[in-house]
């Protein structure tokens, strides 16, 4: 038994839960009602909860090897689906985020090639999901850490693609109701932000978040004058 683990525990007892008894007694008596469907890589550096400094109630999480979302239609995707299902249609998050990362065991045995890890079955198995993107970042020319680069942000991309293909988001996105937010955690501790105006991923900053949520009320204001010149 990881007796370590147990001791952590005791120190959430004593520390966390002594202090918030209110509070996790107000979540265990209510229904969870998460703002966000986080869904990030399996990766032991990567925590959802630590680097969105989230409490408990706040994040719904999908963690898998490189941050996977399969298609709707492949069978791989229940696991995956079922958890989106849930968040999209049941709990009505507001917002998806894709989380990868530079550094992700699964994005590099993607670009040394699956059949490094042929002995591996589920894994061989499951980095077809990450082959895409390292193919990209080869055809487009990038070596050494640039491939590396290239691939985690494209990989991050194709996943936000297959979330598309799921009629729940799909809906959900016309309808207004929720947004998808493509992100790449650096284990320095840093964070990029897909950027739709550039398209291109670019380091957070709150600046950077008060420019984009201003292109999205200028984007917003536009479509409304426009919708009502055609009344
Ligand atoms: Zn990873």
Redesign the pocket.
Known sequence: MSIHLLRGHERFQAEFATRERTFLKRLSSEDQKPSTLYIS?S?SRVIPELLTASRPGELFVVRN??NVVPRAEDPAALSAGAAIEYAVSVLKVPHIVVCG?FG???VKAAIAGKDRVRQYPHLHQWLDYVEPAATKAKAAGFVDEELETYAVEENVLDQMLNLISYPCVREAVDAGTLALHAWVYDLDGSLSVYDARSRSFQPYTAQLDRDSERGRLEAEAEAGAEAEAAS
Do not use: E, M, Q, S
Request: hydrophobic residues 25%.
């Open positions: 890589c990766d090897v490189a990362h992700c065991g699964g």
